[in-house]
């Protein structure tokens, strides 16, 4: 999970610092950048959690917030190019 949360940031960081890039690429990794952050840190608190219930339900939360946070990526990329 904490893979979806990076891969797709960092591609999409890496698309919108090309030089021949268009004027709002940058926007989508301003927006949905601190969603799938938030995402990756609940993801890794659960990892660390030392109950099990607790530790479900900050992986299901995370796994949650993570897809919105790609679901933002992806579809402001395509509203903006």
């Given amino acids: 999970m ?3 949360a990076v ?4 591609m999409m960081t890496l698309l919108a610092t090309q ?4 004027d709002g690429a940058a ?3 301003f927006i949905a950048g601190p969603v799938n952050l938030v995402g990756l840190g609940l ?3 659960s990892m660390f ?3 099990r219930e607790v530790s479900a339900r900050f992986l299901k939360i995370g796994a949650i917030v993570v897809l919105v ?3 933002l ?3 402001i990329r395509a509203l903006a190019t």
């Fill in 69 to 71: 946070g790609d679901l």
């Fill in 7 to 10: 891969a797709p940031l960092l």
């Fill in 73 to 75: 990526l992806y579809g």
């Fill in 49 to 51: 959690a030392a109950d």
């Fill in 27 to 29: 926007v989508p990794v």
């Fill in 19 to 22: 030089p021949d890039a268009p």
């Fill in 43 to 45: 993801v890794l608190r």
């Fill in 2 to 4: 904490a893979f979806l």
